[in-house]
């Protein structure tokens, strides 16, 4: 069932003078999605969620953010996005609550006992209600980070805009926020930009990339997409319960095995024409030969090779 389309941009062009920060980017999101922009320092990732979040205007083009244009209607693109900025821009001398009261009132918030129930929900969440109380300058980068995500979605915006969200926490509360994240697409089915260079998030949490260098993208995809771009080899991992002459050389034998490779005493390496097709004749001829499969895998290029790969071809 197609869903519905969230963010929509075409032709995005932001001009600094004679510097073009982004150029010409086009993509779609769609409701509910986790879409991720990678991409090195200067890349114009952070320019165009700026755009995006109606900080900044298109030199040129047009951004759609659930139906409203940002140029255009920006009132309204602010009412239904939830930001999170590289820098959380806090009240440093406002308290943790203070801040959460002020933002949900911003956010139109009105209803007094709605807006106590919200905030005190997402302090609990992140750990800081025991420090409500305190200025918010005297947090932590890391405190301060929480309190920041947290102020992005006190009026549980359908559009949310995360720029590096885990940069500056602990492993225990990157993870909580990569959970969180997973939950608001999955369950309350907000649609994310994930802005970051932590491509282990964008690996396990996007649905699709886009990768950015010199304000241009360079591929938009998902993870397979990027793995496919990269060619090369495919080769499949197999594991069995113990390995023999008699299932090598059957493997070998098969039309598009290229090669069989005893890797350790009970796996495999089988390069391969393509993972589909051969993948069922070779567990096939595996079984027959009397060997005893316990995993069969194809070992796909992590994210992070195909985004150094493409990365340097976009430098020549």
Known sequence: MPRNVAVEAEDLIRRFNSFTAVDRLSFRVDEGEVFGFLGPNGAGKTTTVRMLACLLSPSEGSCKIGGYDVSREPLKVREIVGLLTENPSLYEKLTAYENMDFFAEAYGLTDLQEKKSRIAEL???????????????????????KLAIARALVHRPPVILLDEPTSGLDPE??????????????????TILLCTHRLEDAEKLCSRVMIVNQGRSIIVGSITDLANRMGGQKVLLVTLKDTSLKTVEAVGSLPHVKEVVQASPNQ?????????????????????????????????????????????????
């Open 123 to 145: 302090l609990e969440f992140f750990d800081l209600w025991e420090r409500r109380n305190d200025k918010a300058g005297t947090f932590s980068k890391g405190m301060k980070q």
């Open 173 to 190: 509360s990157a993870r909580s926020i990569r959970d969180l994240i997973k939950k608001l697409s999955s369950q309350d089915r907000s």
């Open 268 to 316: 495999l390496t089988i390069t391969v024409d393509d993972f589909d097709s051969v993948t069922p004749l070779v567990v096939k001829s595996i079984v027959e030969s009397g060997g005893m499969i316990l995993t069969v895998n194809p070992l796909i290029p992590s994210l992070e090779d195909a985004y150094l790969k493409l990365i340097k071809e976009a430098k020549h």
